[in-house]
C-alpha cells in the first residue's frame, strides 16, 4: 500500500492540481474530449438507430456493428486517424472515441424503439397518425428510457477511453498516468501514477452514478422497477 | 516466412504506404512473436477469468441474496477504465511484468463472463431443475449433469465476447511495452509515424479477435450437439 499512500500524497499538493498541464487542465480537456465525442456518437448513432427501429429491419446490421467494433483496438484508431486528412490534435481524437460511443447508442435506439408493443402502433395508426406523427408523439416519447440508457453506456465508455489518449498525446487525465510511468517508479512516479489510475477512475464511477440518476428521472414511474433497459451489452472501454 | 511475395506491389512506393508486403516480410519475426505473446496473454487472462467467474456464477446463481452484490462490485471493476485499473495494479506488481496487464484484464473479463453464466444457469427452467430432484441428484450432481450443460451456450457467449474484447485490451499494456501487437501500434507512431507498421498491428489483432471467435464458435458448437439436433 506504499504506493497507494504516495498517490494521495501526490493528490493532497494543491500544485498538482493547479500547475499547468496538471489535473484540473487534464480534467478539462477530458471533459471536453468526451463531451465532443458522444456528442458526434449521438449525432450519427441516434438517426440511425431511431431510423432503423421506425422501419423495423435492420436488427442484423445492429447487430454486427456493435460486434465489429468491440474488435477494433482504440489505440488503433487513435494512432491511426491523426494520420489522416484529420490531422493532429483533438479532432482524431474525438472521432476515435466517437467510434465507440455508436454502437450502445444505435443499439439502445434500435431497441427503443422495437421494443413498443405493436398494439400501442396500431392503436396510434388507427387514430390517423401518419408516419412521422407515430415516430414523434408515441415511438420516440416510449423509447426515452432505452435512449437514456444508450447515453449513460457509450458517455461512461467515452470518459473511460479518453484517458487512452495520452498514448498519442491527446490530452486528458492518461496523460497523468503517462508522465508518471515516464517519470519512472524508482523516481517517484509511482504515486503519481496511482493518483492518476485513481482520479480516473473516480470520474468514470461519478459519470455512471450521475447518468444512473438521469436515466431514472426520464424513466416513467411505472417502467422503473419492471424493466431495466439495459439491454446491450457493454462494449469495454478500451 | 518465405512465403511472402517478394515482388513488391505498387505500395511499396517511397514514402509512407498504409500497408507494405516488404515491412511484413522484413520483420516477420517481431510480428510472429508480438503475435505469439498476444494471443498466450488473451488466453491466459480470458482462462483465469473463467475459473474464477464460473464458481462466482454459481454462488450467485445458488444464493439469491448474493446475486446483486456479486453483479455489482463485477459492475463497479468494469466501468473503471482499463488504464486507471493498469497504473492502480502495475505500481504493486512490477511495471516490468505482464503479471500487472494480466491482472487488470481478467478484472475486466469477470463481468461479461459472470453475467453470461449467471443468465444461463438462471435460464434452466423450473421444471427441469425438478425433475433432475426427483431423479436422485443431490445440489452438485444437478450442477454437474443438468444445469451446467444447459447453461453452456450462454456461457460460450460470454467466453466469445471476453475474448474478444480482452484482444483488443491487450493493446492498452503497450503503456508498459507489454500489449503484444499494441507494442507494433504504438511504436509505429511514434517510430515517425510508420504507417505500415501501425496499420500491420491493427489488422493482426483484429485478426486474431476474428479468429479466436471463430474457434470458440466452434468449440460450442462441439460441445453443445443436443442443439444441432433440433435444428437450432
Not at chain 1, 487542465?25 to 440511425?48: K, M, N, T, Y
Not at chain 2, 498476444?38 to 462466482?56: D, E, F, K, N, S
Not at chain 2, 431423479?135 to 471476453?162: D, K, S
Amino acid at each position: 500500500m506504499n504506493y497507494f499512500r504516495e498517490g494521495i500524497v501526490w493528490l493532497n499538493d494543491p500544485l498538482n492540481w493547479t500547475n499547468p498541464g496538471g489535473l484540473l487542465d487534464r480534467l478539462q480537456e477530458h471533459l471536453s474530449i468526451s463531451f465532443w465525442a458522444v456528442l458526434l456518437g449521438c449525432a450519427v448513432g441516434w438517426p440511425i438507430g431511431i431510423w432503423l427501429g421506425h422501419r423495423g429491419r435492420g436488427g442484423a446490421v445492429v447487430v454486427t456493428v456493435a460486434n465489429l467494433t468491440l474488435a477494433i483496438p482504440i489505440l488503433a484508431m487513435l494512432t491511426i486517424l491523426p494520420l489522416t486528412p484529420l490531422g493532429f490534435g483533438k479532432p482524431p481524437v474525438v472521432v476515435a472515441l466517437a467510434v465507440f460511443a455508436v454502437p450502445p447508442l444505435l443499439a439502445n435506439a434500435f431497441t427503443g424503439l422495437r421494443s413498443i408493443d405493436p398494439e400501442t402502433r396500431e392503436a396510434a395508426r388507427g387514430m390517423g397518425l401518419s408516419g412521422g406523427q407515430l415516430l414523434r408523439q408515441v415511438e420516440l416519447p416510449l423509447a426515452v428510457p432505452y435512449l437514456a440508457a444508450g447515453l449513460r453506456t457509450a458517455a461512461v465508455q467515452v470518459v473511460a477511453t479518453a484517458a487512452l489518449a495520452a498514448f498519442v498525446n491527446g490530452g486528458g487525465l492518461g496523460e497523468i498516468i503517462s508522465a508518471g510511468f515516464g517519470i519512472g517508479m524508482s523516481n517517484g512516479g509511482g504515486g503519481q501514477i496511482v493518483a492518476g489510475g485513481l482520479v480516473v477512475a473516480a470520474l468514470a464511477l461519478i459519470v455512471e452514478g450521475l447518468l444512473a440518476v438521469v436515466q431514472r428521472l426520464v424513466t416513467p414511474k411505472p417502467l422503473r422497477a419492471v424493466r431495466r433497459p439495459r439491454t446491450t451489452e457493454v462494449v469495454p472501454a478500451g | 516466412m518465405a512465403g511472402w511475395p517478394l515482388a513488391a506491389p505498387a505500395d511499396d512506393a517511397p514514402g509512407n504506404p498504409w500497408f507494405s508486403w516488404r515491412y511484413v516480410h522484413d520483420n516477420a519475426d517481431t510480428l510472429l512473436s508480438a503475435l505469439q505473446f498476444h494471443a498466450g496473454l488473451t488466453a491466459r487472462a480470458v482462462i483465469v477469468a473463467l475459473i474464477v467467474a464460473l464458481p462466482l456464477a454459481v454462488v450467485a446463481y445458488w444464493i439469491r441474496s448474493l446475486t446483486g452484490p456479486i453483479l455489482a462490485l463485477s459492475g463497479i471493476l468494469y466501468t473503471i477504465p482499463s488504464l486507471a485499473l493498469l497504473a492502480l495494479v502495475a505500481p504493486l506488481v512490477g511495471t516490468t511484468t505482464d503479471t500487472s496487464v494480466l491482472i487488470a484484464l481478467v478484472l475486466y473479463a469477470l463481468l461479461v463472463l459472470v453475467r453470461n453464466a449467471l443468465a444461463g444457469l438462471t435460464q434452466v427452467p423450473a421444471e427441469v431443475r425438478e425433475a433432475a430432484a426427483g431423479m436422485g441428484y443431490g445440489r452438485f450432481g444437478r450442477l454437474w449433469h443438468i444445469e451446467l450443460p444447459l447453461a453452456l451456450p450462454a456461457v460460450v457467449t460470454g467466453l466469445r465476447l471476453a475474448t474478444v474484447s480482452t484482444v483488443a485490451l491487450v493493446t492498452v499494456g503497450s503503456l508498459i511495452g507489454k500489449g503484444g501487437l499494441g507494442d507494433l501500434i504504438l511504436g509505429g507512431f511514434r517510430n515517425n509515424f510508420y504507417r505500415a507498421e501501425i496499420v500491420t498491428g491493427a489488422v493482426l489483432t483484429v485478426a486474431l479477435a476474428l479468429v479466436l471467435d471463430l474457434i470458440l464458435a466452434g468449440l460450442g458448437w462441439l460441445l453443445t450437439p443436443w442443439l444441432r439436433r433440433r435444428g437450432a
